[in-house]
C-alpha cells in the first residue's frame, strides 16, 4: 500500500520509537490514508492493523488529531470507524455530520448510548434507512424530533408521520419546518396552527381544499345555525371596528365552545387567519367575511395581497372544512385522521366517506338552542 510500504519499517518504528516519534508516524499515516480512493482488502486489512498498533501508543492530542484526519477517509471498515468513535473525542459531531457513509453497526452503537446531541446529528443525515429511523423516533427528545422535522430526505409515512405531526402540536419549531416542507401534508399541522407564521396559516387553510372532510359533531350544529350568520358579523363587525377586542373574546367564547384563552388568541390575531376560519365555519361569504377581516386585521403594513388569497379562500374552502379545522382546536377530532387514503386531496373524489373516527365530546346543546344562544350575544354586541 503506498505511504505504507515496508509495513515491517514501520513496524520496527513503533517498537524502537517513543510516544513522539509514534505521534508523527500515526497522524502521518493516518493523513495519507485519508487522500487515498478506496483501498484493496488487502491495503484495508494491512492499515487496520498499523492503525490498531499506531492508536494506543500515541498521546491523547495526537489520537484526537489523527481521528479527525481519518474521519475524512471516503472508505472506513467497521474497525476504523470504531478507532475514529473512540479516539475523535469533541469531533464527534462533525464527524456524524460530514462522513460520506457510516455503517449501520456504527450508527446502532451510537443511538444505543442515547445521547441526545449525537443522535441529532444523526437524524440530520442525508442517507438514512428505515432501520435507523425506527430507532430514532422511539427517543423522546424535542432536539432529535427538530432534525428529523428539517431532513427533507425522509419521507414521513404510516406511525412515523402521526407522530411528527403529534411532536409539532407540542414544539413550534418542529411545526414550522415541516410547514416549509413541500412534500408534507399542511392540514395536518392544524393543532399547531396558532404557532406558524402567517403564510404557513394559509398553507394550512389551503390544504382542506379539495378533498372530502371527515365528520365532525359540529358539522350538523353548524348548518343549523347558520341562520345567524349576518347577526354574528354584524356584531364582529362593530367590535372590531372599535377595537373591542376583549368584548370579542367573550362573543367568541360563549358561541364557539372554546376556551377563552384560544378565543383571545382569535380576536387579538391581527393576521385574520384564526378569524377566517370561524367566519368560514359559520358560513360567512366573500363579501361579508372581508369587511370583518377589513376590520380586523392589521393596518401598518400593506396586506393587499393576504387579504385577496383570504378573499380566494371564502369560495375555495366549504364551511364543513373549516368546522373541522375548529373541531381540531377544540381537540373533539384528530388531525391525523386526515393521513388516510380516503381523506387525502387526490383521493377525494374517488373514494367514499370511511366510517366516523371522532374523539371527545359534541356540543351537549342542540341546534336550536346555539342558534338562539348566538343571536342573542350578537344582539347584545350591537346594542350594547
Same mark, same amino acid.
Given at each position: 500500500?503506498?505511504?505504507?510500504? #515496508? ?31 478506496? $483501498? ?15 492508536? $494506543? ?10 481521528? *479527525? ?10 474497525? +476504523? ?9 469533541? =469531533? ?32 440530520? *443525515? ?11 423516533? !422511539? ?18 409515512? =404510516? ?10 402540536? %407540542? ?10 416542507? $413541500? ?7 392544524? #393543532? ?17 381544499? /379539495? ?6 359533531? +359540529? ?26 377586542? !376583549? ?9 364557539? /365552545? ?13 393576521? =385574520? ?5 370561524? +367566519? ?10 372581508? &369587511?370583518?377581516?377589513?376590520?380586523? @386585521? ?14 380566494? +379562500? ?7 372544512? %373549516? ?28 373514494? #367514499?366517506?370511511? *366510517?366516523?373516527?371522532?374523539?371527545? @365530546? ?8 346555539? /342558534? &338562539? ?12
Amino acid at each position: 500500500m503506498i505511504g505504507f510500504q #515496508p509495513y515491517e519499517t514501520f513496524r520496527l518504528l513503533i517498537e524502537t520509537g517513543g510516544v513522539e516519534r509514534a505521534n508523527t508516524l500515526l497522524v502521518a499515516a493516518c493523513d495519507a490514508y485519508s487522500r487515498r480512493p478506496k $483501498p484493496l482488502p488487502a491495503e484495508l486489512l494491512q492499515f487496520e492493523e498499523l492503525a490498531t498498533r499506531l492508536f $494506543p501508543s500515541a498521546s491523547a492530542t495526537a489520537r484526537e488529531h489523527a481521528a *479527525r484526519l481519518l474521519a475524512r477517509a471516503e472508505f472506513l471498515s467497521p474497525v +476504523l470507524e470504531n478507532i475514529v468513535l473512540e479516539n475523535i473525542d469533541r =469531533g464527534v459531531e462533525e464527524y456524524l455530520m460530514s462522513a460520506r457513509t457510516i455503517s449501520q453497526a456504527l450508527l446502532d452503537k451510537i443511538i444505543a448510548t442515547k445521547n441526545v446531541k449525537h443522535c441529532a446529528q444523526i437524524a440530520a *443525515r442525508p442517507d438514512l434507512g428505515q432501520k435507523t429511523i425506527a430507532k430514532l423516533f !422511539p427517543i423522546n427528545s424535542r432536539t432529535i424530533y427538530r432534525a428529523l422535522a428539517a431532513n427533507s430526505a425522509i419521507k414521513f409515512r =404510516g406511525p412515523y408521520l402521526a407522530a411528527i405531526a403529534r411532536a409539532a402540536a %407540542m414544539d413550534h419549531r418542529v411545526a414550522t419546518s415541516l410547514a416549509g416542507r $413541500p412534500d408534507f401534508d399542511k392540514a395536518l399541522l392544524a #393543532p399547531a396552527f396558532f404557532d406558524l407564521a402567517e403564510h404557513s396559516r394559509l398553507a394550512v387553510l389551503t390544504a382542506f381544499g /379539495g378533498r372530502t372532510i371527515p365528520p365532525t359533531p +359540529l358539522k350538523r350544529t353548524f348548518e343549523q345555525i347558520s341562520v345567524v350568520t349576518e347577526e354574528f358579523t354584524l356584531a364582529l363587525m362593530k367590535l372590531f371596528s372599535k377595537n373591542r377586542r !376583549p368584548e370579542v373574546t367573550r362573543l367568541l367564547t360563549q358561541i364557539t /365552545g372554546l376556551d377563552e384563552v384560544r378565543c383571545g388568541q382569535i380576536a387579538h390575531d391581527t393576521s =385574520g387567519a384564526a378569524l377566517f376560519v370561524i +367566519l368560514r365555519a359559520f358560513g360567512c361569504r366573500a363579501h361579508d367575511g372581508m &369587511k370583518v377581516l377589513l376590520h380586523a @386585521t392589521s393596518h401598518e403594513i400593506n396586506r393587499s395581497r393576504a387579504l385577496r388569497e383570504y378573499a380566494h +379562500l371564502f369560495s375555495f374552502l366549504s364551511p364543513q372544512s %373549516m368546522v373541522y379545522v375548529m373541531s381540531i382546536w377544540r381537540q373533539d377530532v384528530e388531525a391525523q385522521v386526515l393521513a388516510e387514503a380516503e381523506f387525502r386531496p387526490a383521493a377525494a373524489a374517488a373514494r #367514499p366517506l370511511a *366510517r366516523q373516527r371522532i374523539s371527545g @365530546t359534541a356540543f351537549q346543546r342542540s341546534a336550536t338552542d346555539a /342558534g &338562539k344562544r348566538i343571536a342573542a350575544a350578537a344582539a347584545r354586541a350591537k346594542a350594547s
